[in-house]
């Protein structure tokens, strides 16, 4: 369900994408009596080495990968050459999983050869398909190319299709014997094809190891090879995107879509759980710094609290000892004002003692003195009387 979403995104990018032309380059022309060559068409995925062999099969010196970029662009086939006396000419093709160009870029720029060639009636005598034996396990990559062959080829002409493997010399030869029969009779991998009338070979790298391949199907030859997208196109009238072929690649394209649309739905989600994380992270930071502030906040307006108290228990004990040393100096003032007081009114009690012991002296001084001019008044009464 999800693959025919995407399978409909391709074919609408591919319609709006203009496509790459193999034509200008491969002028095809009808063939004459003279010119029946044998001419075979060399697959495979890109860096599998179609060019090396070509080039050491034909002594062409087509240009070859040196790195990781896809090298072969367009179709392009050799010079007629000679395999035991029998006119060959080989087809070179740009392998699938092209670092610049799409899959079906790829596929139209192979069909338009073999739409143009078989509509001259030039056929091929046979394709080989090349898988390097070093490959550890027929990875997704090399599984899809060789889909895209087989639906390419359909399963009538399998009897001239040859599966070879090279770069034997890079790896021990048990390992490589083990991987080729892993390969002949896996289902996923060569065995249905194998079974189906193609055959497996190996290129030892040398000339003559390439024409022993290239005999194969030279002596297998029993007549034209049209191959299914050749027939679909041509007899049938088909567009590409809905031939065999065309619907496998963009059936591929549309999951290699949904895989790198999941990777990215993955990555995305990925970098919003890393983004949440870090903004939780972040939250948490800014959590505890401000905490740390308030903290610190709260401190310091403790120890100003503090201080104060402090400040106010110290004023206040100062004022306590102020009013105390008050207090003891008013006790102090009024004892001393007592003491004052009573020696004040023991001298006035002295001098009123003093005062009424002087009057009572005074008192009885002159009482003395009335008595005594009493009694001399008597006495002077009593003489008068005497004198009388
Ligand atoms: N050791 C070893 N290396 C090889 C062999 N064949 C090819 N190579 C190396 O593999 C690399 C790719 O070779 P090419 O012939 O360009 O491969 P291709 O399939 O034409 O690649 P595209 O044009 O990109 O599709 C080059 O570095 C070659 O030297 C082989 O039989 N043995
Ligand atoms: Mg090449």
Request: glycine share 2%; net charge negative.
């Given at each position: 369900m999800g693959t025919r979403k995407y399978k409909r995104r391709v074919v609408a990018t591919l319609r709006s994408t203009p496509l790459h032309h193999?034509?200008?380059?491969?002028?095809?022309?009808?063939?004459?009596?003279?010119e029946l060559d044998f001419t075979i068409a060399i697959m495979g995925a890109t860096g599998s080495g179609k060019t090396s062999f070509i080039n050491t099969a034909s002594e062409s010196d087509f240009v070859v990968g040196q790195g990781l970029q896809s090298c072969t662009e367009d179709v392009k086939m050799t010079n007629t050459f000679r395999v035991d006396d029998r006119p060959v000419r080989l087809v070179d093709t740009p392998g699938f999983d092209d670092t610049?160009?799409?899959?079906?870029?790829?596929?139209?720029?192979?069909?338009?050869?073999?739409?143009?060639?078989?509509?001259?009636g030039k056929t091929l005598s046979g394709v080989i398909y090349i898988h390097r034996i070093t490959d550890t396990r027929m990875s997704g990559i090399s599984r899809k190319n060789f889909r895209m062959f087989r639906k390419v080829c359909g399963e009538s002409t399998l009897k001239n299709v040859v599966i070879m493997t090279n770069m034997?010399?890079?790896?021990?030869?048990?390992?490589?014997?083990?991987?080729?029969a892993e390969l002949a009779n896996e289902e996923l991998c060569f065995k249905p094809v194998l079974e189906a009338g193609a055959k497996m070979l190996r290129h030892a790298g040398t000339r003559e190891s390439a024409h022993d391949v290239l005999r194969h199907i030279l002596a297998n030859h029993g007549g034209p090879v049209v191959l299914d997208i050749q027939k679909e196109l041509v007899d049938e009238h088909k567009d590409l995107e809905k031939t065999g072929a065309g619907d496998a690649c963009i059936d591929e394209m549309a999951k290699e879509a949904e895989r790198r649309h999941q990777e990215e739905m993955q990555r995305i989600q990925r970098e919003m759980e890393?983004?949440?994380?870090?903004?939780?992270?972040?939250?948490r930071r800014r959590i505890e710094e401000e905490t740390r502030k308030r903290r610190e906040e709260a401190e310091r307006v403790e120890a100003e609290a503090r201080r104060i108290a402090e400040e106010i228990r110290r004023q206040r004990e100062e004022q306590e000892r102020r009013i105390r040393e008050e207090e003891e100096r008013a006790r102090e003032q009024a004892r001393r004002a007592w003491e004052e007081h009573e020696r004040r009114r023991k001298?006035?009690?002295w001098e009123v003692k003093c005062a009424a012991e002087r009057a009572e002296r005074e008192r009885r001084e002159l009482q003395r003195r009335i008595e005594e001019a009493r009694r001399r008044q008597a006495e002077r009464d009593s003489l008068i009387c005497i004198v009388q």
């Open positions: 193999c034509l200008p380059l491969i002028r095809i022309q009808s063939p004459t009596m003279d610049t160009r799409s899959d079906f870029d790829i596929l139209k720029t192979i069909a338009d050869y073999l739409t143009s060639a078989y509509k001259v034997w010399g890079s790896i021990e030869r048990s390992i490589a014997e083990a991987r080729e890393e983004a949440l994380k870090r903004k939780e992270e972040e939250d001298e006035l009690e």
